[in-house]
């Protein structure tokens, strides 16, 4: 049986359980030792009315009809005496057989007494036989008397089965008594003796033996039993034999036991007989004064026992109670107060605590004396045990508090780190900005472009941390912004641009507070996608209107994730936990699920049919909008007075990309088409800026959406031609940048010399494609621009 495990109560109750069983198992057990001496001593009584005096009644009448009997037999005639004597004893012995079997006897009486009346009644039963045997003279006097004496034997067994009382002196005179009438018997049986004896004239064979054996237990007996009788009983009776009676029947026995060669009897008859009268019913009366004194001294004796026995079992029975009562009471005390600390332990650990450090990560103030109250439960071992675990509560809320002022420091340190690299890769953009628009070099400003990309790709990184450090960045637009321009600007932060594919995008809009944090997120995405793919797989992005928003499809060719992987990155997207330093491989996860849970976005990852892993980000509806215009249709400005680049960048967009970008050239100089495949860069705001607003180097000439550069060679700083009679051999990277641009210029002549009219109709419900055009081989789609950068 382990108890190690019990709880706190059942360990009291056992412990207070067991030693209240014991006391009360040793109260019930004494009491029951007590109260049986008393139920002896109270049926001390009833034996003796019920038992005692008939038993001693047939006794003497069974004494008197066997000297009848034996005169009778000594005779010649029938005694009619003996008949009236039997009457007698009839009565006697139904007066018995009715006592006894009453129900107060047989409750009184043990086993041992219960057998031996069974055999003083089954001995009585005989007798009837035994007067047919006498009158039809088939036994002698001797069988008469044995007959008579095995009776009166039973009843002195029974009698001496009555004294087997607790108390030790009432017990030694109750078996005096039954030994003085034992030695009555005896005397009884002298008497029939010699009775039959005077009757026949001389003692017949034995008899006079018989006679002397008698009158000699006779006599030892009563000094035996006289010894064992209180003084005051040994002086009544030694009174009692100093009688005129006694002294006279004590010669006559005198005379009786000496040698008698005649075998006559030496006694007178008329004599013998009135002595032997007399001290019968003496001895009788005595016997039968000194059983009714036992009974009179047994009853209050019983009742002082029980007096006793009630007053200790009160007591007992008291103690017992006040034992139970204190022991629950302390066991209660004890369970309250230890339930009292286990409460206020687990309410430290399970409520307060991470409720203190809740308010801590919310920038709350916490009192720590008020949070970590003391614990009072009084002086004892219980009462430090509660001073000792206020000082763990305390300690453990000064070291949340601690905890949580060193995070909100290192978010400090992080989001200063981060605020300084901002600022740098800004004034860096800047700086590359100026140096783009002064550079005249194509492979100069190809490079430049590509600094460009890396700069936008480390302002990223620098916003990681300040998302991670629970801040917003800077960048935001008032105005909506299309789809596709979000999901470009995307494109243009992450390194592998040119995997990304853009399939099929319905037209929408994204409000402008939520366009830089989406522009993020779908970045966050496909730098995992191209990162976790093999580098000669394409990556493809999908978008289209659904019911509750508008739903982004990133999928990849990747290796995939298992289900389990799966479903934790889910529910990390979805509950966006507190940042883990220790899950700094899934750093990106972290900061999407902080941008999704601040506009209510919800991205959900998903096994792709090839393979990989498809990312689908639904935006809520209410940061959804319609497509916002492209600016003015070149069909309706006036052709002879409009920039002729500026007809040739609207060219060109309508036919590389899916959506128009313009930007008015630096220089009144003709502009060309970048080659394919030639990286890009966006104009990088001044600090603070927001989409619409001009940076100190150049107006603000954007007609819509997000910025877009067309790489320009001005025609000083073209190549000139060179007539050789062999060509120069080309590689065929520059024989696809040249089919590429042949390819892109004649579709923006057909673009100007065929000038489409204005959209009168809904967009098609697939959206446009994005991809080359029709014609010539296929080129790579020309990289996306950048965004806007934030302050």
Do not use: C
């Amino acid at each position: 049986m382990k108890t190690r495990d019990w709880p706190i109560r059942s360990k009291l109750t056992a412990l207070v359980v067991a030693p209240v069983t014991a006391l009360l198992a040793l109260w019930i057990f004494a009491t029951t030792l007590t109260f049986g001496p008393a139920l002896n001593l109270l049926s001390a009584r009833t034996l003796l009315y019920d038992l005692g005096r008939p038993g001693e009644t047939v006794v003497t009448e069974l004494q008197r009809e066997r000297r009848l009997s034996v005169v009778q037999l000594a005779g010649d005639t029938e005694l009619p005496a003996l008949a009236e004597q039997r009457g007698r004893t009839d009565r006697a012995v139904a007066e018995l057989r009715r006592r006894v079997d009453g129900e107060p006897l047989r409750d009184a009486a043990d086993d041992l007494l219960e057998t031996r009346v069974d055999q003083l009644v089954n001995s009585l039963a005989a007798l009837p036989d035994g007067r047919r045997f006498i009158d039809e003279r088939k036994v002698d006097r001797a069988g008469a008397i044995g007959l008579y004496s095995g009776m009166v034997a039973a009843a002195f067994q029974a009698f001496a089965g009555m004294a087997t009382l607790t108390d030790p002196d009432i017990n030694r005179q109750a078996l005096a008594l039954t030994a003085l009438g034992r030695s009555r018997e005896l005397l009884g049986q002298s008497d029939a003796l010699l009775a039959g004896a005077l009757t026949a004239g001389r003692f017949a064979e034995g008899e006079h033996t018989q006679l002397v054996q008698a009158i000699g237990n006779q006599r030892w007996l009563t000094e035996s039993a006289v010894a064992d009788l209180p003084e005051s009983s040994r002086v009544a009776y030694q009174r009692l034999t100093e009688s005129e009676a006694f002294t006279r029947l004590r010669s006559m026995q005198d005379a009786l036991v000496v040698p008698n060669r005649s075998g006559r009897p030496t006694v007178d008859a008329a004599a013998w007989q009135a002595s032997q009268d007399a001290v019968q019913q003496q001895l009788r009366d005595f016997e039968l004064s000194e059983a009714d004194a036992l009974a009179d001294r047994s009853v209050p004796m019983a009742v002082r026992i029980l007096v006793r026995l009630a007053a200790a079992g009160v007591l007992g029975l008291v103690a017992v109670v006040v034992s139970v009562l204190v022991a629950l009471r302390v066991g209660r005390t004890l369970v309250r107060r230890l339930s009292g600390v286990r409460t206020a332990a687990l309410e430290l650990a399970e409520h307060r605590l991470p409720d203190v450090v809740a308010r801590l990560r919310r920038g709350e103030q916490v009192d720590v004396a008020r949070e970590a109250p003391p614990l009072e439960y009084g002086h004892d071992e219980i009462g430090e045990v509660g001073r000792a675990f206020t000082e763990v509560q305390r300690t453990a809320v000064q070291a949340a508090v601690d905890e949580v002022t060193l995070r909100r420091g290192l978010n400090e340190v992080f989001l200063n780190i981060a605020r300084r690299s901002q600022s740098l890769v800004h004034r860096q953009l800047h700086l590359l900005d100026r140096m783009e628009r002064r550079s005249e070099d194509p492979d100069e400003l190809a490079e430049l472009f590509q600094v460009d990309h890396l700069a936008t790709r480390l302002r990223r990184h620098a916003e990681d941390l300040v998302i991670l450090a629970g801040s917003a960045p800077g960048r935001g637009w008032r105005n909506p912004v299309a789809m596709v321009d979000v999901i470009r600007g995307a494109i243009s932060e992450v390194e592998a641009y040119e995997r990304v594919d853009v399939k099929a995008v319905q037209p929408a809009g994204v409000l402008g507070r939520a366009v830089g944090d989406v522009i993020h997120l779908l970045a966050e995405l496909f730098e995992n996608a191209t990162a976790f793919s093999p580098p000669d797989t394409r990556v493809t992005v999908t978008g289209a209107q659904v019911a509750d928003g508008y739903a982004l499809e990133i999928t990849d060719q990747g290796l995939g994730m298992s289900a389990a992987a799966l479903e934790t990155a889910n529910t990390r997207l979805a509950s966006s936990p507190e940042f883990d330093p220790a899950q700094s491989a899934r750093l990106g996860l972290f900061v999407v699920a902080r941008l999704a849970a601040r506009h209510g976005v919800r991205v959900l990852l998903r096994p792709s049919g090839e393979g990989g892993v498809t990312a689908v980000v639904l935006v809520p509806g209410d940061l959804v909008t319609t497509e916002p215009p492209a600016g003015p249709d070149p069909a309706t400005l006036d052709t002879a007075s409009a920039d002729p680049s500026r007809r040739l960048a609207r060219t060109a967009r309508r036919g590389a990309v899916t959506r128009p970008r313009t930007r008015p050239p630096t220089a009144p100089s003709a502009s060309t088409a970048p080659p394919a495949g030639a990286p890009t860069s966006t104009v990088a705001p001044a600090d603070g800026l927001v989409e619409g607003s001009a940076t100190p180097d150049e107006p603000d000439d954007e007609l819509d959406g997000l910025p877009r550069r067309v790489r320009r060679r001005t025609p000083a700083a073209q190549p000139r031609s060179t007539v050789t009679d062999m060509p120069s051999p080309r590689s065929p990277e520059e024989v696809r940048q040249v089919m590429a641009a042949l390819q892109a210029g004649t579709a923006r002549g057909r673009a100007t010399a065929i000038t489409p009219p204005a959209p009168t109709g809904p967009p098609a419900p697939t959206g446009p494609v994005v991809q080359a055009a029709p014609t010539g081989p296929p080129t790579t789609p020309e990289p996306p621009t950048a965004t806007e950068r934030d302050a």
